[in-house]
């Protein structure tokens, strides 16, 4: 039995259902239910009666939860402690981005940082989408550029880039020549995108249910390979125009689709409540004075 286990067992009894349980912890579902299925073979008793897809607490859940809470609330008070007491000593500290969101304009803020803050040091990786607000939530990041949508509940959130969202169009196909293009334009065609858990391929999904069309998407891993396949005139690609501008690939073109109000907005992040070194507060700081609201970077 570990905290880990404890905490996934708090939420769960809270939610009721292991689908929202696993979207609040940021597992997966089926991480989330092996877990409480140890946590319960450890234990010897079930601690949840399953009715309808709900998991209700049974008597030996109440009593479980009475403990969880104090352990998981005094071992929080431990972390909270240590951390605070080394936070001011700090000079690195944790970036966790978004792949993608650091292409030139990240990169160009975090240099102008180091000129003015030679002392701080910030350790940069790259995550997928759904992952950054998981690295901040545990505490393996301390602050996160990542993309919108984000849980206000959860983060501190300012935006700082906007990016408009498009299709890359082989030149060969007739759709290259047509602007505005509009997504009923894209009938017929096969859509590609990047990672059908991505933020963006949700967006275009939701975009697309909205309108009531129904087209063929062909998800990939790498935004790269939405390039190459657009390049061999594979499909009509789904980007962004900083990427545009960035892959310059060739024979292809980049149209805004005029009638779905779709852009790649890129946050700066913090955890609510969360202690930030006097490194992290200041690069935190220097980002959202420089950055955002009618600051904001925009690419059009």
Known sequence: MNITQMRHFLVLAEKERSRTAADELFVSQQGLNVS???????????????????CLLNENGRVFREHAEIIVRENQKILDYFSGLHAAEKTCFRIAASRGSLTEFGMEMISAFKKDYPACEPEISEYGDNSVARMLWEGNADLGFDV???????????????CRVGALIHVS?????????????????????????SKVSAALTAAL?????????????????????????????????????????PGAVFRPIRDADLFWNVDIVRKRGAKLSKSAQAFYQYIVSRYSGDKLIKVE
């Open 173 to 197: 196909n007739p759709l290259a020549d047509k602007d505005p293009l509009l997504l009923e334009d894209l009938k017929g065609q096969r859509l590609i995108s990047v990672d059908v858990n």
């Open 148 to 162: 919108e949508p984000v849980d206000a509940e959860k983060f501190i959130a300012h935006r700082i880039f906007q």
């Open 36 to 54: 409480i299925a140890r946590l319960e073979k450890e234990l010897g008793s079930p601690l949840f009666d399953r009715e309808g897809g709900r």
């Open 209 to 249: 249910q909205q309108k009531g069309l129904r087209l063929q998407l062909q998800f990939v891993e790498e935004v790269m390979s939405v390039h190459r396949l657009t390049e061999q005139n594979q499909g009509i690609g789904f980007t962004n125009k900083l990427l545009f501008q960035t892959l310059r690939t």
